[in-house]
């Protein structure tokens, strides 16, 4: 049973660069959700995909976007990063069809480190 | 504004001893609530989820959680904990109209031999 995968696992950039993460969800979840967690603190929330549109968005600026495929895997892209966006990038995925409140499965994540 | 606190950030226990840990949030809603742990090297797990009906839930290896409606909390519990509960313990509070989960700071829980 292939649980949510996360690639890259590791991440260097440095400021005022481009990064796109990627992950895929657990088999027969559609959902996915992707969640920022900074060193000591838990995960927030920065947005969801269900059937290939953002469902719904946390306080994260507009430099983090995202997108769903066909297949429910998903894309993070956050544009011009800064020092702040350094952090463990989380994705999770759900079953969305039975509305919301299904619980979320975690990847391991990917680790971003700005220079 | 919905949040979600956790009383202790470091605990630490030794084997056999009891463990509660302590969650309250805030949300002018029905909630769904969670537990999740991340042991070391892994990523965050699901230990126990409360929906509705009975508030007392029990989750995986002997963990279970009381949700008291009146106080807005969900805590953790376990009678007696081994060294193998080392890990990192998150609550969350999921709004019954969104899929935004709200978790909690976290408690390193350490557990001596």
């Known amino acids: 049973d292939a649980g949510v995968t996360q690639s890259p696992t590791h991440l260097i950039k440095t400021r005022g660069q481009q990064v796109t993460l990627r992950c895929s969800p657990k088999?027969?979840?559609?959902?996915v959700s992707w969640y920022q967690q900074a060193l000591g603190q838990g995960p927030q929330f920065i947005f969801q995909y269900y059937e290939e549109e953002e469902r719904q968005r946390g306080n994260f600026p507009d430099r983090f976007s995202g997108h769903q495929f066909p297949n429910y895997s998903s894309e993070l892209n956050v544009n011009a990063l800064l020092l702040g966006d350094s952090a463990l990038y989380l994705c999770?995925?759900?079953?969305?069809?039975?509305?919301?409140?299904?619980?979320?499965?975690f990847g391991d994540g990917t680790r971003l480190s700005i220079l | 504004a919905q949040s979600v606190s956790q009383h202790n950030h470091h605990v630490i226990l030794s084997e056999a001893a009891s463990l509660e840990l302590g969650c309250n949030y805030s949300?002018?809603?029905?909630?769904?609530l969670f537990w999740y742990v991340q042991y070391p090297g892994q990523h965050l797990q699901l230990l126990l989820k409360?929906?509705?009906?009975?508030?007392l839930v029990k989750g995986i290896k002997g963990f279970e959680a009381e949700f008291i409606k009146s106080k807005f909390s969900f805590n953790l519990r376990k009678p007696s904990v081994q060294w193998s509960d080392t890990a990192e313990y998150f609550c969350a509070v999921l709004g019954s109209n969104t899929g935004k989960l709200i978790f909690g700071q976290g408690t390193t829980l350490q557990v001596k031999p």
């Open positions: 088999s027969g979840h559609d959902t």
């Open positions: 999770a995925s759900s079953l969305g069809g039975q509305g919301y409140g299904q619980p979320q499965h």
């Open positions: 949300y002018g809603g029905t909630v769904n």
């Open positions: 409360y929906f509705s009906g009975d508030p």
